[in-house]
Nanobody
Framework: QVQLVESGGGLVQAGGSLTLSCAAS?????MGWYRQAPGKQRELVAG???????KYADSVKGRFTISRDNTKNTVYLQMNILKREDTAVYYC??????????????WGQGTQVTVSS
């Protein structure tokens, strides 16, 4: 069983930046970030294959950047120009498959990101 440990959440003012990190306990394939805001469905924010191909939700394109360090089994989410609607619990996800996936087998515990006005 692969464990995912997230860090970097917190409170930030609108327009600010925050970086999330997630370390996997073993070599892993595709990784990504989901988020869930109160009263809303969970949504995929960004995903990255083991080879570095990325995809983003339309709502974060141009503001968020996902990257990874395969030597550390770690994925990052750099979030810039944060908006109040980015407030949510962010979950790190991972898959054994290295290519783009629709379903991730592993989920982290989640980290809260709160954007204040």
């Amino acid at each position: 069983q692969v464990q995912l440990v997230e860090s970097g959440g917190g409170l930030v003012q609108a327009g600010g930046s925050l970086t999330l990190s997630c370390a996997a306990s073993a070599n892993i394939g595709a990784m990504g970030w989901y988020r869930q805001a109160p009263g809303k469905q969970r949504e995929l924010v960004a995903g990255i294959t083991r080879g570095g191909n990325t995809k983003y939700a339309d709502s974060v394109k141009g503001r968020f950047t996902i990257s990874r360090d395969n030597t550390k089994n770690t994925v990052y989410l750099q979030m810039n120009i944060l908006k109040r609607e980015d407030t949510a619990v962010y979950y790190c996800v991972a898959s054994r498959k290295g290519t783009a996936v629709a379903v991730y087998e592993y989920w982290g515990q989640g980290t809260q990101v709160t954007v204040s006005s």
